[in-house]
């Protein structure tokens, strides 16, 4: 049923990875078939429930976006359609239905160990650093900055990336020593390229990118865009409308999620790793309306799952 909600899959394909969220699969040696799940993660941990319609969203979205930044950057995304792919592959043919509008099929890419943030707003773990120390990955910031606070210029700040555990802020040098000082300055170049596009892009359409992470790897000598593209999960969008320093900003995003997840911290009822609490039905409810808000927002359409390909 086409937008039924899917916590797992098993596919008559050879397994490539299970991420926090997407289950990959191997097409042949050029190609995977990336399948967005219903599953939800924050803090890096995966929660129990899921999220209604958030898999389809991350991959129409990501798709959307990809369209709009071809004169920017290249990158892996062949396609979003099902049938081609069942066609292809008629083992697939029972899962169909279940898996219309979650699919993207990509280029397999050498893919770089490092996520690339930019951060145009001081929030989230920026912001308890700055807070706790002055710092953004033990560089000093200016003083006197608020949370929520613009950062101009935006920040470019690489991190870690972990499939479990916590993902870490590391300084531009480190980043460097890691894939080489060369495919860092390309990375930084076009981690600013994109987020400048992206945010020039949202503003028009009342949002504000607070920050976002993009992913990166390489195929035929050349470096291209992978993974999901500013999505709820892989961004903080705010509402522009309401934004004022000072304060957590309302979003568009999975902070709803985030502030529930906090609340059962400070209150010591989790300790920010897995097992996660169990989520209220109102906080999965008000997240998936969220993901939804923010593709009708940012892509001008409302969701409409019986026209997905």
């Given at each position: 049923?086409?937008?039924?909600?899917?916590?797992?899959t098993?596919?008559?394909?050879?397994?490539?990875?299970?991420?926090?969220?997407?289950?990959?699969?191997?097409?042949?040696?050029?190609?995977?078939?990336?399948?967005?799940?219903d599953?939800v993660?924050?803090?890096?941990?995966?929660?129990?429930?899921t999220?209604?319609?958030?898999?389809?969203?991350?991959?129409?979205?990501?798709?959307?976006?990809?369209?709009?930044?071809?004169?920017?950057?290249?990158?892996?995304?062949?396609?979003?359609?099902?049938d081609?792919?069942?066609?292809?592959?008629?083992?697939?043919?029972?899962h169909?239905?279940?898996?219309?509008?979650?699919?993207?099929?990509?280029?397999?890419?050498?893919?770089?160990?490092?996520?690339?943030?930019?951060?145009?707003?001081?929030?989230?773990?920026?912001?308890?650093?700055y807070?706790?120390?002055?710092?953004?990955?033990?560089?000093?910031?200016?003083?006197?900055?608020?949370?929520?606070?613009?950062?101009?210029?935006?920040?470019?700040?690489?991190?870690?990336?972990?499939?479990?555990?916590?993902?870490?802020?590391?300084?531009i040098?480190?980043?460097?020593?890691?894939?080489?000082?060369?495919?860092?300055?390309?990375?930084?170049?076009?981690?600013?390229?994109?987020?400048?596009?992206?945010?020039?892009?949202?503003?028009?359409?009342?949002?504000?990118?607070?920050?976002?992470?993009?992913?990166?790897?390489?195929?035929?000598?050349?470096?291209?865009?992978?993974?999901?593209?500013?999505?709820?999960?892989?961004?903080?969008?705010?509402?522009?409308?309401?934004?004022?320093?000072?304060?957590?900003?309302?979003?568009?995003?999975?902070?709803?999620?985030?502030?529930?997840?906090?609340?059962?911290?400070?209150?010591?009822?989790?300790?920010?790793?897995?097992?996660?609490?169990?989520?209220?039905?109102?906080?999965?409810?008000?997240?998936?309306?969220?993901?939804?808000?923010?593709?009708?927002?940012?892509?001008?359409?409302?969701?409409?799952?019986?026209?997905?390909?």
């Amino acid at each position: 049923m086409i937008g039924a909600v899917i916590a797992t899959t098993t596919l008559p394909l050879r397994p490539h990875r299970r991420g926090k969220v997407r289950d990959v699969y191997e097409l042949d040696d050029d190609r995977l078939l990336i399948v967005a799940t219903d599953r939800v993660s924050a803090f890096d941990v995966v929660m129990r429930e899921t999220v209604p319609f958030k898999g389809i969203v991350l991959t129409q979205l990501t798709a959307w976006w990809l369209r709009q930044l071809e004169p920017i950057v290249a990158h892996h995304m062949l396609g979003t359609a099902i049938d081609p792919i069942v066609d292809e592959y008629p083992a697939l043919g029972p899962h169909r239905e279940i898996l219309r509008g979650r699919i993207m099929v990509s280029r397999r890419t050498d893919v770089f160990p490092v996520e690339c943030v930019m951060r145009g707003y001081l929030s989230g773990s920026a912001w308890k650093e700055y807070l706790a120390a002055g710092t953004l990955a033990g560089e000093a910031l200016p003083a006197g900055l608020l949370e929520s606070s613009r950062l101009d210029p935006s920040i470019f700040s690489p991190a870690t990336k972990a499939e479990s555990g916590h993902d870490e802020n590391i300084t531009i040098g480190q980043m460097a020593s890691v894939v080489g000082a060369r495919e860092a300055s390309e990375l930084e170049r076009l981690s600013r390229a994109i987020y400048d596009f992206a945010c020039r892009t949202a503003e028009p359409r009342g949002i504000i990118i607070a920050d976002t992470k993009f992913e990166f790897g390489r195929v035929g000598g050349k470096t291209i865009l992978i993974d999901e593209v500013l999505t709820p999960d892989s961004s903080r969008f705010w509402p522009a409308d309401q934004y004022a320093p000072g304060r957590p900003q309302p979003s568009y995003d999975k902070q709803p999620l985030r502030d529930y997840l906090d609340g059962e911290r400070k209150a010591g009822r989790w300790n920010g790793d897995s097992p996660p609490p169990d989520l209220p039905e109102a906080v999965v409810a008000a997240t998936s309306a969220r993901y939804l808000d923010a593709f009708r927002r940012i892509t001008g359409a409302p969701l409409d799952v019986t026209t997905l390909p």
